[in-house]
């Protein structure tokens, strides 16, 4: 329960960070090491301006940003309950971990970084 309370607690100071400042105006966000040393952007790309943008309610400017996020929060939301219900529901927990599932989901992490960096999205 301590752990729970205290990944709360850091997920809802991390989101008043992210609500307060521009990760694209604000020089103190880490810049994406991937980037910086290729010049391709990574899978993650514009997460934090996503997120930023999330918070302060443009959907369609975190879609701008880093599609592959905003449309995976809901996969994200679903592993984190399976994950939380994990002795509840082992089932759900069960399904929601199938190995093709996850390779499906690297599949796709893969295409979305390719089509980034080939002008596509």
């Known amino acids: 329960m301590r752990q729970a309370l205290l990944?709360?607690?850091l997920?809802?100071?991390?989101g008043v960070v992210y609500y307060l400042y521009d990760p694209a105006?604000?020089?103190f966000f880490p810049q994406c090491p991937f980037r910086a040393l290729t010049g391709?952007?990574?899978p993650g790309c514009?997460?934090?301006r996503a997120v930023h943008c999330?918070?302060?309610?443009d959907f369609p400017g975190a879609l701008r940003q880093n599609a592959l996020l905003v449309l995976s929060l809901p996969l994200l939301l679903a592993l984190l309950c399976a994950e939380a219900f994990r002795k509840q529901a082992p089932a759900f927990y069960h399904k929601a971990h199938r190995?093709?599932?996850i390779y499906a989901y690297l599949a796709l992490v893969l295409l979305w970084w390719a089509?980034?960096?080939m002008g596509g999205f």
């Open 54 to 57: 999330l918070l302060h309610g």
């Open 11 to 14: 997920t809802l100071a991390a």
């Open 40 to 42: 391709w952007e990574c």
């Open 46 to 48: 514009g997460s934090q």
């Open 99 to 101: 190995p093709a599932g």
């Open 115 to 117: 089509g980034r960096n």
């Open 7 to 9: 990944l709360f607690c």
């Open 25 to 27: 105006a604000s020089g």
